[in-house]
């Protein structure tokens, strides 16, 4: 059925009773339950709406029914029959008969769980940090291949206040982003419009949102001023070489200490550097390789499995690769494939968490 093979929650809902008609496969995964199940009539949409959502849901619904909009979205959390609570983004439109009578409601349904983990984790980081974050829209054109994009205003204003000797690298390091779908972080300096400078850490990732088409450049950027002018913490270049490779050569089996080696500081520093800034260089491996295996599951090709998707992304124990991929996002590498196979190619996008650096 065509609506199955959509990457977007379609469900029909009877307006008089709430009770749900039609539901397609990305829908009933959404909402946790089984088509046959849905159309008992024993659940109404409000019934599926988390508790602490649902007298928001029932205000704009009302609204609705009463005229007074054409249509509504919102963001809330469905409860699944397992007890798991998934966030989505839901649009609903009324369907009239040939009399104008409102009959059924359309919805559709985006399931937005990732980028609301992400938004939590940035809301959280700046509540506890003073972390600056931010959500900026960009126009990507594959064929052309330079990024950021001149139509992006957003970005294009934020590197306009990116100290000239920085700037370049920061584009290149957003570029790489978006591009490749990761993340980034990098300490740039920043000018005020009276002239005054100072030290950022901007980390940020690529969001792909299907619900409009668009990608997103989320992320967050904290003050490191003192950290620079102290010379305390600031990133060495020999870091930020080893950094480079790691996004660069994610595929490649390597040692810390051959990394150490290749870019002229000893093993000591590096062990030092990242257990000062709170991240392992291990875990900082293991999680740009397990973003990548995470695209490849998402535009798998014929023949491709997890465990081979795991072997290539140098996972030589796919239990493991698989208990690592459920912690970051919820859901199993053979869960990501499933759903993968009934998107279309051009939704096989999904959100990541933010790239740590």
């Known amino acids: 059925m065509f609506l199955d093979s959509l990457g977007i929650g379609i469900s029909i809902v009877d307006s008089s009773t709430g009770h749900i008609r039609f539901a397609n ?48 979205q919102l963001d809330k959390r469905y409860l699944r029959q397992d007890g798991s609570v998934v966030w989505a983004r839901v649009i609903v439109t009324p369907i009239r008969d040939a009399t104008g009578f ?50 992006s205003s957003s970005v294009r204003d934020m590197l306009c206040r990116v100290h000239p000797e920085d700037r370049n690298g920061l584009e290149q390091a957003i570029g790489r982003a978006i591009m490749k779908r990761t993340g980034y972080t990098r300490d740039y300096r920043l000018l005020s419009q009276d002239g005054a400078l100072r030290w950022v850490r901007g980390m940020a990732t690529s969001v792909y949102s299907p619900s409009d088409g668009r990608t997103r450049l989320v992320g967050a950027t904290i003050d490191v001023t003192a950290d620079h002018l102290g010379g305390e913490n600031h990133m060495p270049e020999s870091i930020r070489n080893i950094l480079d490779h790691i996004e660069t050569h994610w595929d490649q089996k390597i040692s810390i200490e051959q990394l150490a080696a290749r870019y002229g500081v000893s093993p000591r520093t590096v062990y030092q550097y990242f257990a000062k800034n709170g991240m392992s260089l291990a875990e900082k491996i293991k999680l740009t390789r397990i973003q990548h295996a ?30 690592e991929y459920r912690k970051i996002y919820g859901e199993t590498p053979s869960e990501s494939l499933r759903q993968a196979s009934l998107r279309p190619a051009a939704h096989n996008d999904p959100a990541v968490t933010p790239s740590i650096r």
């Not at 024993?42 to 205000?59: A, C, G, I, S």
């Not at 940090?129 to 931010?134: D, E, K, Q, R, V």
């Open 102 to 151: 409102m009959r059924w409601f359309c919805a559709v349904v985006e399931d937005i769980t990732a980028t609301k983990i992400l938004e939590e984790q940035l809301a959280a980081a700046e509540k506890l940090a003073g972390l600056s974050t931010f959500n900026l829209i960009v126009d990507t054109d594959d064929s052309e291949g330079e990024f950021p994009p001149a139509s």
């Open 25 to 72: 496969a990305e829908c009933c995964r959404i909402v946790g339950y089984p088509l046959e199940r849905l159309k008992t009539g024993e659940l109404t949409f409000v019934d599926l709406t988390h508790p602490e959502d649902r007298e928001r849901n029932r205000l704009q619904h009302d609204k609705l029914v009463a005229g007074e909009v054409a249509s509504y």
């Open 294 to 323: 995470r695209r490849m599951l998402y535009d798998a090709k014929a023949g491709d499995t997890v465990t081979s998707i795991a072997l290539r992304c140098c996972f030589s124990n796919p239990g493991h690769f698989a208990r």
